[in-house]
């Protein structure tokens, strides 16, 4: 046995080291791959990103040449550093970070020291690149925008971080993607493919020619171009429509469900986010919590619809029977739903009907419709649920699925929400009735009420709202143009664009009608509730407004949400009539409406939001602010001086 032991144990070893030696030479070529990383330099050619159009052709986004500075830590040696700081404006601590980041990644791979270079910066680095072993000249596009306006919609590019790296092997460090709006919607589309090439590098670390001929070279195809389904004109009249206001505008073109117009307010020049200044600025934009300019009110604006939504009401009533067009309520300048409990009513009173409650905005009326169409069953359970099913149809509570990357779904309460808020029952319709006229638990998102008014248009049916027309070379998603049809029957849509239709001739927008032109529209005025240090407290009421038009065949379907703009009629009706009179007719004959638009300025409304002498925000008053906040809280003493006098005659009278 002691005789066969040592010879077993040399062939053992030496078996295993000879499957050891092929697994390492035939079968694993990570040895392989290292020396060849030190052999060879990998360069990418970055392509140019699509171009982005508007609907009509106009070019929104271009790109303009960038150079970043890649450096390879392992090849930075005997360089003077505070010359190279000096060069590229940065300090000490700053190379040193870099470079610390730089060794993290891979000392052996490239990887981006300093993004975005002009061309001036660029030259002057150039002139003495030489002179800085490990650091080479990376040129790459940057966007560049042909408008100022759209910032929302287009999003920005920026460089990925080690997350997007690690979950996407076509990124590196360095590299660039697009986030938020278009450019993060589209980015695969946008961003096109880097091209490779392979460069042999001798001992001395020095460049000899390509990696066997080029044969695993690859070319740089340049991102595809996009047309978006919006208007650049319109956009850029809506944006200027709301300066010195905040809020949202959503148009729509109903037959086809493309977004026309996407306008927040307040926005931000596009151009801010580009080149080396964009991290400090969006550091600046992100910070802003008083304007919030980096929030989409147009997609992520929750609002109280307000008495736009009594279009729906009355839709589901009379899709469930429990009214029609001649059907009649009488309204004492309110509904009265329990003891003490009333909910007032500004339309004139008296034997209201469908089409007076439209177009005067009768609570009273949408309040009974609501209050029959749940009590139509024999449990509210029931009822909520039947009433929530076809105002689901509209594409409300839920997101929508249009292209862009944010959105809030909005608030459509059933019953198991009422059954979680009122764990011990007893609530019933009129527990309920502010949802009647667009109070209460429901919430709706401006592109919502949009989309609400191109179905509306339609007479029961819409497509999903997207910001895309078309792609070069390629087909747009089906789901933008697979129709999606209501719970409505479509019979029921004439009564109510009826009345839409008078509420321009002699409704509550009465007077802001455009001549030999049919809209169609409903204001609304939504209660507004803020925390100010700890308190809930009532502000002015949003001003709303949707519309769309012609009445017959429409083009544009429209919503407009002024913050703290108080009647419908005020701000938000007058900035949809002209957006609907620019789109159609390319010019303005509403100058009247267009001056009072233009040099509107709500921030005395909305610095009313700061009260606090500690509040690190104290915007200051310009002298129009001063003088309409003098005469509104002069106004408010007069008032409330007359009714106290009006109290003191009443008690006179009763002694």
Request: proline share 4%; glycine share 8%.
């Amino acid at each position: 046995m002691r005789k066969t032991l040592l010879p077993t144990l040399i062939i053992i070893s030496a078996i295993l080291l000879l499957v050891r030696l092929f697994y390492l030479q035939i079968i694993d070529d990570t040895l392989k791959i290292k020396s060849e990383n030190n052999a060879i330099k990998i360069k990418f050619d970055f392509p140019e990103r699509g171009y982005i159009y508007d609907r009509n052709g106009k070019l929104l986004v271009a790109n303009q040449p960038s150079y970043d500075i890649m450096v390879v830590p392992k090849e930075v040696k005997d360089i003077d550093t505070l010359e190279f700081c000096k060069i590229l404006q940065i300090t000490k601590d700053e190379f040193l970070e870099k470079i610390g980041k730089a060794k993290i990644y891979s000392p052996r791979l490239p990887s981006l020291f300093l993004s975005q270079l002009n061309k001036m910066e660029f030259a002057g680095f150039q002139e003495k690149i030489r002179k800085y072993n490990g650091f080479y000249i990376q040129k790459r596009s940057l966007r560049e925008y042909q408008t100022k306006h759209g910032a929302n919609i287009f999003g920005f590019i920026t460089q990925v971080n080690d997350a997007i790296i690690k979950d996407n092997p076509y990124y590196k460090s360095g590299d660039l993607i697009g986030r938020q709006g278009v450019e993060e919607a589209y980015e695969e589309m946008l961003r096109g493919v880097k091209g490779v090439k392979y460069i042999l590098k001798d001992k001395h670390n020095r460049e000899i020619g390509s990696y066997k001929e080029g044969k695993f070279d690859t070319i740089a195809k340049q991102g595809s171009d996009v047309i978006l389904a919006i208007d650049g004109e319109l956009q850029k009249y809506g944006e200027e429509l709301m300066v010195n206001k905040r809020g949202g505008i959503v148009a729509i073109e109903p037959s086809t469900g493309e977004i026309l117009a996407l306008i927040t307010a307040p926005s931000y020049d596009p151009a801010l986010l580009v080149g080396r200044q964009r991290s400090k600025n969006y550091t600046k934009l992100y910070n802003d919590s008083i304007a919030k300019p980096l929030f989409d009110r147009g997609l992520l604006g929750e609002f109280p619809p307000g008495s736009p939504f009594k279009i729906l009401t009355g839709l589901v009533g009379l899709q469930e029977g429990v009214i029609d067009t001649q059907t009649s309520f009488t309204c004492n300048h309110g509904f009265s739903y329990g003891r003490g409990a009333f909910m007032r009513c500004h339309c004139p009173g008296g034997v209201i009907q469908l089409n007076f409650g439209i177009y005067k905005s009768c609570n009273t009326y949408f309040a009974n419709v609501y209050k029959r169409t749940i009590e139509k069953y024999k449990r509210p359970k029931d009822g909520v649920d039947a009433w929530a099913n076809h105002l689901k149809s509209f594409g409300l509570g839920k997101f929508m699925g249009y292209d862009l990357p944010p959105g809030r779904k909005g608030h459509i309460p059933t019953s198991k929400f009422y059954e979680h808020f009122y764990p011990n029952g007893g609530w019933r319709s009129t527990t309920i009735i502010s949802n009647s006229i667009g109070q209460g638990e429901v919430s709706m998102t401006p592109i919502q009420l949009a989309n609400m008014m191109a179905t509306i248009a339609n007479r029961g049916y819409y497509y999903t709202p997207h910001i895309i027309k078309t792609i070069k070379g390629k087909k747009i998603d089906s789901k933008y143009t697979t129709k999606h049809v209501t719970t409505i029957n479509r019979r029921h849509f004439d009564a109510i664009v009826n009345g839409l239709f008078d509420v321009y001739n002699r409704g509550t927008a009465f007077g802001l009608g455009i001549e030999g032109m049919e809209i169609c529209g409903k204001t609304g005025t939504a209660e507004n509730f803020a925390k100010i240090n700890g308190k809930r407290v009532q502000l002015e009421d949003h001003s709303e407004f949707v519309a769309f038009a012609p009445r017959i065949r429409p083009k544009i379907a429209i919503a407009v949400i002024v913050e703290n703009g108080h009647f419908g009629n005020t701000w938000a009706g007058p900035i949809a009539t002209l957006m609907i009179e620019k789109y159609l007719n390319k010019k303005i004959t509403r100058t009247d409406l267009e001056k009072r638009m233009l040099e509107g300025n709500l921030n005395w409304q909305y610095r009313k939001l700061y009260p606090s002498k500690d509040s690190i925000y104290k915007p200051k008053l310009d002298k129009t602010d001063s003088i309409r906040m003098k005469l509104k809280s002069k106004k408010e003493a007069e008032t409330e001086k007359k009714k106290e006098t009006e109290k003191k005659k009443v008690t006179v009278n009763k002694k």
